[in-house]
């Protein structure tokens, strides 16, 4: 028999036995340190993976990001709105710390799929243009 068909065989036929293998604490705290170590080796090699993921399925990614954006709306500004309140401080120290680094940012040229070069600081404004939004068809 093929490995991998024995393989997935021996899984089903033992998946409770495995599940409570794997919940085990010592087994859990010896696969943590498992992964901990491997993310680690094998970092520069996880990212470029994770990058050609992302590009290769987009569009999957963006409709799941939007449905769970709608379905969850209330949660995501409730959560967004309490993080703000709790974090008020640490995150204003955060913005007076990194002023120049945000203002070089701002300042960046960044080129628009219209062909225009904008700042970064200007995108999302220019994204809403009558330039922009007649290249890609709209009528405005
Ligand atoms: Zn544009």
């Known amino acids: 028999m093929d490995k ?19 919940n085990r604490p010592e087994t859990k705290a ?6 901990r170590i491997y993310n680690e ?38 959560y967004q709105a309490k993080y703000r309140e709790t974090n008020k401080e640490h995150l204003e120290k955060y913005r007076e710390d990194h002023k120049e680094e945000a203002a070089e940012k701002a300042a960046e040229k960044v080129s628009c799929e219209c ?13 809403k243009s009558k330039f922009h939004r007649r290249f890609f068809g709209e009528v405005v």
């Not at 010896?30 to 992964?35: A, D, H, R, T």
């Not at 996880?46 to 990001?65: C, G, M, P, S």
């Open 30 to 35: 010896k696969l943590i340190e498992y992964y």
């Open 41 to 78: 080796v094998n970092k520069v090699k996880l990212k470029a993976y994770k990058k050609a993921y992302r590009i290769l399925h987009r569009e999957k990614i963006d409709k799941y990001t939007v449905e769970y954006q709608l379905e969850n709306f209330d949660k995501i500004h409730t």
């Open 4 to 22: 991998r068909v024995y393989m997935k065989a021996y899984y089903i036929k033992n998946k409770d036995k495995l599940t409570a293998y794997r």
């Open 115 to 127: 062909g225009r070069d904008i700042t970064w600081g200007n995108i999302a404004r220019h994204k």
